[in-house]
Structures are given as C-alpha cells and as structure tokens.
C-alpha cells in the first residue's frame, strides 16, 4: 500500500482553500452590520432583512424559479428519450448521438449565448422567458442524459425480457420496469439541471428581454454600483441553495445505486 506524501496532502489542502475560502469570506461579510463590506462593524441580520424586503429581487427569484423548473422537466423528458434512444437502438451513429448530446457540456458559456443569440435572431422570436427556457433547456440535457444513461448501462435486461415473455407490451414494460429503475437518474439529473439553470448568468444575459429579470442577471447588474452586504447575502443563500440541490443529487444517485445491488437476480 502506497503511502500519502506530505506534497499531495498540503496541496489538496491549499486548493480547497483557495476554492472556497473567498465564499467563506463573502458568507461571513453578509452579516456585517457596516454599509460598507471593506469594514467590520459588528454581526448584524439587517441585510437579510433588507432582502426580504426587496420587491424587484422577489420578482426576479420568482422569474428564476420559473425558468429552472420549466428548463429542468424540458431537459429530464428530452434527456431521458434520448439516453434510452441512443442506449436501445443499433444504429451505427450511436456514438456521434453520444457525443453531440454532451457536446453543449463541454462548450463554452459565452459560445453557447452567442450562438443562441444568433439563431433566436434569426428566427425573429422576441427575447424573454421562451428564448430563455429554449437555451436553458438546451445546455441541461446533458446533465440527464448522463445521469439516465448510467443507470441503463448498469441495469439488468433480463428484467424487461420477463416481463415481454409474461405477454407486457412495450409501453407497459417501460412504465412498470424501465421507469422505476431508472427514476433516481432522471430525479438526479433534473436536481443538477435546475442548479444548473437558477445559477446561469453568461447564456441568459444572451437571450433575455427587457422585461425579464433572473436573480443572477440582477445579481451581476447590482455588482456594477458596487458590493453591499445585501449582495453578500443573496449570494450566501444562492449558494446555500445550489450546493443542497448538488448534495441531494449526489444522495438520490447513491441510493438508487445501492438499492439496485441489493435488487435480486430474477
């Protein structure tokens, strides 16, 4: 057995410092009693207060709200079809399928706003929440199309073929086989989607309108007057919210996959 060297060790600690230390930082300051977050004044509640109060945030976490569900359940029907398509079919394109369904992934924020500016321009539709779901939709398909085809990969075909030989029809195997198994991956994959839509800033600013609003678009917006501690707020409990969602994800993948060693062989 390999020992762990003191290297590795200090800087596996040293990045995780790094990473999160400025969050810490920002989450610290939002309960700064000060207007201004460069001094310290005491702990104070105030600003969570003033953002409770704060009718255009209220309005924009309500379009935000919005957007994340209607993009996530867009993405998890979308995902799933395709990830059962690409799994269940044999055509020899699978694996190009494979690779463009994660290709918006792996693609650059700013690339993808330009190119859904673009194309919403040229179809002539008017910005605002349906160019946002559309956009939303598309980059979070990957997110479920990764999460369902795993659990189709490690999933056991000789449930579905007992149940075609007992005389089930195709749709009936899918809802009462085929579905249940592969519900924590869909679930898992729509919890990452909606993270990944409420948080979105690069894309939406593309393909937003003027009269819509989300919270990180707002959130940047504000950031141009200058940091207050109502911001440092906002962002503590963004981020509060988003890493939840990421842990719960994390949880439903772990127990769907423990629950499906313990499945017995039929």
């Known amino acids: 057995?390999?020992?762990?060297?003191?290297?590795?060790?200090?800087?596996?600690?040293?990045?995780?410092?790094?990473?999160?230390?400025?969050?810490?930082?920002?989450?610290?300051?939002?309960?700064?009693?000060?207007?201004?977050?460069?001094?310290?004044?005491?702990?104070?509640?105030?600003?969570?207060?003033?953002?409770?109060?704060?009718?255009?945030?209220?309005?924009?976490?309500?379009?935000?709200l919005i957007l994340g569900v209607l993009s996530s359940l867009a993405a998890a029907v979308i995902g799933t079809l395709g990830a059962i398509g690409t799994l269940r079919t044999g055509f020899r394109g699978k694996g190009v399928m494979e690779y463009i369904a994660t290709l918006p992934m792996m693609t650059p924020e700013i690339i993808l706003g330009m190119l859904f500016l673009a194309f919403f321009s040229l179809l002539g539709l008017p910005f605002g929440m349906m160019t946002?779901?559309?956009?939303?939709?598309?980059?979070?398909?990957?997110?479920?199309?990764?999460?369902?085809?795993?659990?189709?990969?490690?999933?056991?075909k000789s449930y579905e073929e007992a149940?075609?030989?007992?005389?089930?029809?195709?749709?009936?195997?899918?809802?009462?086989?085929?579905?249940?198994?592969?519900?924590?991956?869909?679930?898992?994959?729509?919890?990452?989607?909606?993270?990944?839509?409420?948080?979105?800033?690069?894309?939406?600013?593309?393909?937003t309108g003027a009269n819509v609003n989300t919270l990180p678009i707002l959130i940047y917006t504000r950031l141009k007057t200058g940091l207050t501690p109502k911001i440092n707020a906002l962002c503590t409990l963004m981020f509060l919210a988003t890493l939840f969602l990421v842990l719960l994800s994390s949880v439903i993948g772990r127990v769907g996959n423990h629950k499906k060693r313990k499945e017995p062989t039929p």
């Not at 005491?42 to 935000?64: K, M, T």
């Not at 795993?150 to 056991?156: E, P, V």
């Open 163 to 207: 149940a075609r030989d007992l005389g089930a029809r195709p749709f009936r195997v899918f809802f009462d086989i085929t579905f249940p198994l592969i519900f924590p991956g869909i679930l898992s994959g729509i919890l990452l989607s909606f993270a990944m839509s409420f948080d979105d800033v690069i894309i939406s600013v593309f393909v």
């Open 132 to 156: 946002l779901v559309i956009s939303h939709t598309a980059f979070c398909i990957p997110y479920v199309f990764m999460q369902v085809k795993a659990r189709l990969a490690g999933m056991d």
């Open 1 to 64: 057995m390999k020992k762990r060297s003191f290297f590795s060790e200090f800087y596996l600690i040293l990045l995780t410092v790094l990473m999160y230390l400025p969050i810490i930082i920002v989450m610290i300051y939002s309960f700064n009693e000060n207007k201004l977050s460069s001094v310290w004044s005491g702990l104070s509640l105030r600003w969570y207060e003033d953002l409770f109060r704060d009718r255009d945030i209220a309005a924009a976490l309500l379009n935000s």
